[in-house]
């Protein structure tokens, strides 16, 4: 039999279990002192390359949401398992203008686009910019950070999925009970479960349902686009081209739209076998 329970404070963190990425979150202040803050509320936000973004979640009145205010860069480090005890050092309410890191294992290295330093000892690091940012209540805050660099070790990049999982040893948080003791996952297992396309339709053929007229020849285009998308495809690019106050789609803007938005290597995630 399943029962709801009270909703309380920290709910998210110690009521249900929502296991989440563990980062630390690198900042400056205006007289360049550095802070060092663990951050799990930490995900992507707008996932198209053309601009890419992630969002924070955290309290209005951390450091961490002080710094990026005033000088509207930060870094977000992923530690690897080995590290979680300095992880911890950085949760640490230390006072204003502590560099956190001087009291952990971990070094601080240049990072390649912003001020704030990068962590060496975090294979994948993601370097960002202030985009925007939000004040919930009196007490959250949201950023929402412009990605200007991904950066890994070099011996990653070129690593299959499943081999990179295993050398980033990424701990996953698993919540706290009061606030004091801190629960982490390890990835000792990685299983790959592949995804099969879509049943084909044999009475609906190559019909293309559009709801606006399109040229031709942007009809004649849209047939390259794996059909598991077409319907996406052309809900997308006929929202784009009203809200521009065009009354059809053409075929020069959807090519434009193509290249924008579902360039060679996206549109090959999704291939019909």
Same mark, same amino acid.
């Given at each position: 039999?399943? !029962?709801? /329970?009270?909703? !309380?404070?920290?709910?998210?963190?110690? @009521?249900? $279990?929502f296991p989440? +990425? /563990? &980062?630390? +979150?690198? &900042?400056i202040n205006k007289e360049?002192? $550095?802070?060092a803050a663990p951050y799990s509320f930490c995900i992507h936000y707008d996932i198209m390359h053309h601009n890419p973004r992630v969002i924070v979640g955290m309290r209005k009145t951390s450091h961490t949401y002080q710094n990026i205010a005033e000088t509207g860069e930060f870094v977000v480090n992923f530690p690897p398992a080995d590290f979680l005890e300095d992880v911890m050092e950085t949760c640490r309410f230390y006072p204003k203008g502590v560099n956190e890191l001087e009291h952990t294992l971990?070094?601080?290295?240049?990072?390649? %686009?912003?001020?704030?330093?990068?962590?060496k000892e975090c294979g994948q690091i993601i370097e960002c910019t202030l985009d925007k940012q939000y004040l919930l209540d009196k007490t959250q805050g949201h950023v929402i950070g412009n990605v200007v660099a991904l950066v890994f070790d070099e011996e990653l990049i070129e690593l299959g999925r499943e081999e990179r999982f295993r050398r980033l040893n990424l701990p996953i948080g698993l919540g706290d009970e009061k606030r004091k003791?801190?629960?982490?996952?390890?990835? =000792?297992?990685? *299983?790959?479960? *592949?995804? %099969?396309?879509?049943p084909k339709e044999e009475s609906a053929g190559d019909e293309i349902k559009t709801g606006?007229?399109?040229d031709e020849k942007a009809l004649k285009a849209l047939q390259q686009i794996p059909?598991?998308? #077409?319907?996406?495809? @052309?809900?997308?690019? *006929? =929202?784009? @081209? !009203?809200?521009?106050?065009? =009354? #059809? @789609? &053409?075929? *020069?803007r959807y090519m434009k739209l193509v290249e924008e938005y579902a360039p060679e290597d996206v549109l090959e995630r999704f291939k019909d076998e």
């Amino acid at each position: 039999m399943k !029962k709801s /329970v009270p909703i !309380k404070p920290f709910w998210y963190a110690d @009521v249900v $279990v929502f296991p989440k +990425i /563990v &980062t630390v +979150i690198t &900042t400056i202040n205006k007289e360049g002192i $550095v802070n060092a803050a663990p951050y799990s509320f930490c995900i992507h936000y707008d996932i198209m390359h053309h601009n890419p973004r992630v969002i924070v979640g955290m309290r209005k009145t951390s450091h961490t949401y002080q710094n990026i205010a005033e000088t509207g860069e930060f870094v977000v480090n992923f530690p690897p398992a080995d590290f979680l005890e300095d992880v911890m050092e950085t949760c640490r309410f230390y006072p204003k203008g502590v560099n956190e890191l001087e009291h952990t294992l971990f070094t601080p290295i240049p990072s390649q %686009k912003v001020k704030p330093p990068s962590i060496k000892e975090c294979g994948q690091i993601i370097e960002c910019t202030l985009d925007k940012q939000y004040l919930l209540d009196k007490t959250q805050g949201h950023v929402i950070g412009n990605v200007v660099a991904l950066v890994f070790d070099e011996e990653l990049i070129e690593l299959g999925r499943e081999e990179r999982f295993r050398r980033l040893n990424l701990p996953i948080g698993l919540g706290d009970e009061k606030r004091k003791y801190f629960y982490y996952g390890l990835i =000792d297992k990685v *299983e790959m479960h *592949e995804l %099969k396309p879509p049943p084909k339709e044999e009475s609906a053929g190559d019909e293309i349902k559009t709801g606006m007229p399109w040229d031709e020849k942007a009809l004649k285009a849209l047939q390259q686009i794996p059909s598991a998308i #077409r319907e996406m495809v @052309v809900e997308m690019a *006929e =929202d784009i @081209v !009203k809200k521009e106050g065009a =009354d #059809r @789609v &053409t075929y *020069e803007r959807y090519m434009k739209l193509v290249e924008e938005y579902a360039p060679e290597d996206v549109l090959e995630r999704f291939k019909d076998e």
